[in-house]
């Protein structure tokens, strides 16, 4: 069975309104944090649980109207990730990849192939990334290359090896960023994505990613040596990260929400585990844990924290609609100028970012402090919190989120779009 017909016999439920979608996630975050640390201290890929994301109709959340799809707002879909990452922050990353490139094709692939992959995606289908690479001078530098046959009949050869491709394990279409140095056809020298069925010939999935957390993402190294790629397959990048899109405000925000649903699943798991299993200190006299003052004192300031954080989310996720809706074209944002709303939405989740950034892990590690020596034990999987925010906060540093924040603030410069921001 080829990925494209498996990802067909799923029966993937159509959610109809925002509602719907946050109570669907809801329930699924429940179901989800049965076993979360189990499937972390074993490192047991959740690959039933990824089924059920894909039958519960969530990864279709933002298929075009005109596709059949709910197509919902950017802000919308990162409480939906919020949601889920509090439960287990690897399934929440999972998908990342899965609508960052749903994203792109919306913006930048023809209308065949956008029909392809959005009716895939309504049926239950996945995608994951194989863009970042090892041994490059920076992240950005890209040596898997697109290689035109010497027919010239439309087709290439992909040749290279990725790392850090979230998702790959349990993905039926693989969208991989390569170069083409020659022109060919219509196509010039540049960066295009390739989507390929993840069970093609010539592609190599490894499982061999080891990170400290996040542990069961399915991170790991994919290899392509000579896999047959068809001009109708390739998306040009270019017009999604050169031009006020939203592109990369959109795929940040999704990061925040990661962040954010962390440190809120991290509180969640503390206060339960106070109530449970923790015993008052001696010297506050009372009979419980909660009701030992400085503890009570300490959740409080931890709560605001946390609320802070979901806070700037929610505003940022407001500023990344207006731009996306802006940048579209959307009735009712007449008048509001691209570029400016654009870049207004890349400082708020730069913004957002940075203050999840200073919760997400403090947080994971006040878990300890409140809840007592009994909270160390290996037994407990409480460190997973830890490990989660620690591993997912390095995906690209805020030390730039405040450069950029700081240049917009003093002279006015509109952050990059570059897609990291």
């Not at 090896?161 to 020659?182: I, N, P, Q």
């Not at 939405?345 to 957002?352: F, H, K, L, Y």
Request: charged letters at 25%.
């Amino acid at each position: 069975m080829t990925a494209v017909s498996q990802a067909r016999s799923r029966a993937a439920t159509r959610i109809g309104t925002d509602a719907e979608a946050l109570s669907v996630a809801r329930e699924l975050a429940a179901e989800f944090a049965v076993g979360a640390a189990e499937r972390d201290r074993e490192r047991r890929l959740p690959r039933a649980e990824i089924d059920r994301l894909s039958e519960s109709g969530l990864l279709a959340l933002t298929v075009p109207a005109r596709f059949g799809g709910l197509d919902v707002r950017p802000s919308v879909l990162a409480e939906v990730v919020a949601i889920l990452a509090a439960a287990d922050a690897s399934i929440a990353q999972i998908p990342h990849s899965h609508f960052v490139y749903l994203n792109l094709v919306r913006l930048s692939a023809g209308h065949a192939l956008q029909e392809r992959i959005f009716t895939d995606v309504l049926a239950g289908g996945r995608v994951a990334n194989a863009q970042s690479e090892r041994g490059g001078k920076t992240v950005a530098d890209i040596s898997t290359r697109l290689s035109p046959t010497d027919g010239g009949d439309g087709r290439f050869v992909l040749d290279g090896e990725k790392f850090y491709c979230t998702g790959s394990l349990f993905a039926d279409t693989l969208a991989v960023l390569a170069r083409l140095d020659v022109a060919a056809g219509d196509l010039v020298p540049g960066e295009y994505v390739a989507f390929i069925p993840a069970d093609a010939a010539g592609v190599e999935i490894v499982d061999d990613w080891d990170a400290v957390g996040q542990r069961t993402t399915g991170s790991g190294t994919v290899r392509f040596t000579g896999v047959t790629v068809g001009v109708e397959d390739l998306v040009t990048r270019a017009p999604a990260t050169s031009t006020p899109t939203g592109y990369g405000a959109f795929a940040q925000l999704l990061h925040v929400a990661i962040d954010v649903g962390i440190a809120r699943g991290a509180l969640r798991e503390a206060a339960e585990f106070v109530r449970t299993k923790s015993r008052p200190w001696f010297e506050a006299e009372v009979d419980r844990a909660v009701d030992d003052p400085l503890v009570v004192q300490r959740f409080g300031e931890l709560e605001v924290d946390v609320a802070t954080a979901e806070a700037t989310l929610a505003a940022a996720g407001r500023r990344v609609d207006t731009a996306v809706g802006a940048a579209s074209g959307e009735s009712g944002r007449a008048g509001v100028d691209a570029s400016l709303a654009v870049a207004e939405a890349s400082i708020a989740v730069a913004t957002a970012k940075a203050v999840a950034d200073r919760v997400a892990t403090p947080v994971a590690s006040a878990l300890f402090e409140v809840s007592g020596t009994r909270s160390a034990a290996a037994g407990s999987g409480l460190d997973r919190y830890w490990r989660d925010a620690r591993t997912h906060t390095l995906h690209d540093p805020v030390r730039w989120k405040y450069q950029h924040i700081g240049r917009w603030v003093l002279r006015g410069e509109e952050p990059p779009l570059h897609g990291v921001i």
